[in-house]
């Protein structure tokens, strides 16, 4: 069984900064990637940011100069700085940890709104 816990949305005005945060914990090995994805209403999921084992991020045009990918390998924890916000960038963020299969997270709220 593997749990991911994500940490750090709300709700921040346009031009704003957020820190998400996602721990895995549990039956964790051969991780191939950590990440983020999002879910507007109305909207398919989309992929936010992906970052490796060995460390190269994917990051789409849209959030790409906007949006940083990080990790911390000893505590299983992937993080996602978002600076700049838009209000598009408003939906719901998904930690995603990719091993033989997808994991997800909860889900946490990002809203950006003045």
């Known amino acids: 069984q593997v749990q991911l816990v994500e940490s750090g949305g709300g709700l921040v005005q346009p031009g704003g900064s957020l820190r998400l945060s996602c721990t895995a914990s549990?039956?964790?090995?051969?991780?191939?990637?950590m990440g983020w994805y999002r879910q507007a209403p109305g909207h398919q999921r989309e992929m936010v940011a992906l970052?490796?084992?060995?460390?190269?991020?994917t990051l789409p045009d849209s959030v790409k100069g906007r949006f940083t990918i990080s990790k911390d390998i000893a505590k299983n924890t992937v993080y996602l700085q978002m600076n700049s916000l838009k209000p598009e960038d408003t939906a719901v963020y998904y930690c995603n940890l990719k091993m033989a299969v997808d994991y997800w997270g909860q889900g946490t709220q990002v809203t950006v709104s003045s």
């Open positions: 970052i490796t084992s060995g460390g190269q991020t």
């Open positions: 549990g039956r964790i090995f051969s991780i191939y990637a």
